[in-house]
């Protein structure tokens, strides 16, 4: 039903191109950048359809008016943020429904980054910008530890075997911090063998799935004892909610940035 590919940016952005098997129209997600995506649009005979925005960082949107204006694109965003070139605003629920390339989103809205960030969730695949990452999240720039622990509570509803796209190469980092905070976990240590040898080729470790995100990423498993525990150590006294657990977890991974 769809297929994904990826346009490399700045140091270690993914710009997402989404299409349906045997169709030539794509989605462009998170175009932080125009001209990697002209390029790859022209060499693979590409017919952009629309865009999508995550939020306003510019790294997710410093592209999006070129492309817009070149190819006359819808540009789907965050209703409750500034997106240049904005034609649809979204917000939680809003389903999204392109003739072309034929495929349907749904839209949830994920404060913590940033106070308007929203994902895309569709045919089994979740575009999530800087809000989940693969073995970690975005930090807080914006948003409260409270938001940021409800938007991973709805991704984490979803069904496990949802494939998790999300917009920066950021894994082995990312499993550095897991080893810390969650020592004797053997998927972490697992995770981590098979990272470094897709990086070792030059292999994307995005996509993941939802499934290996619950049993490796630290932010979705604030109720697991070993990293309650761990995270009360480093804040020296104890943590009631799954809230104050992701806060501490989030807070100790910032002071180790």
């Known amino acids: 039903m769809i297929e994904?590919?990826?346009?490399?940016a700045f140091e270690d952005n993914y710009i997402w191109l989404v299409a349906r098997p045997g169709s030539h129209g794509v989605i462009i997600v998170d175009p932080g950048d125009a001209s990697p995506v002209l390029e790859r649009i022209a060499t693979d005979g590409l017919k952009p359809c629309a865009?999508?925005?995550t939020?306003?960082?510019g790294d997710h949107t410093g592209g999006v008016t070129e492309l817009a204006d070149h190819f006359g694109l819808p540009v789907y965003g965050p209703a409750h943020e500034r997106i240049p070139g904005l034609t649809h605003p979204v917000r939680e629920g809003d389903r999204i429904l392109l003739q072309e390339p034929g495929l349907e989103?749904?839209?949830?809205?994920t404060p913590g980054h940033t106070r308007g960030h929203v994902c895309y969730v569709g045919h089994g695949t979740?575009?999530?910008g800087d809000t989940l990452f693969t073995a970690g999240c975005g930090r807080l720039f914006e948003g409260t530890a409270e938001?940021?622990?409800?938007s991973?509570?709805?991704?984490a509803a979803l069904p496990d075997e949802t494939l998790v796209y999300c917009a920066h190469e950021y894994t082995l980092a990312n499993l550095g911090f897991a080893r810390v905070a969650e020592p004797h976990n053997r998927d972490v240590a697992a995770r981590q063998v098979e990272a470094e040898r897709l990086r070792a080729t030059g292999l994307p470790t995005v996509p993941s799935t939802l499934a290996l995100e619950k049993r490796t990423n630290p932010f979705l498993r604030t109720m697991v004892p070993e990293l309650i525990g761990a995270a009360e150590a480093f804040t020296g006294g104890p943590l009631r909610t799954g809230a104050e657990v992701f806060g501490a977890v989030r807070h100790w991974k910032d002071t180790l940035d």
């Open 4 to 8: 994904v590919s990826y346009v490399r």
């Open 152 to 155: 991973l509570e709805k991704i």
């Open 51 to 53: 865009i999508f925005v």
């Open 55 to 57: 939020h306003h960082h």
């Open 147 to 150: 938001q940021m622990h409800r």
């Open 126 to 128: 979740l575009f999530c």
């Open 105 to 109: 989103f749904e839209v949830l809205d």
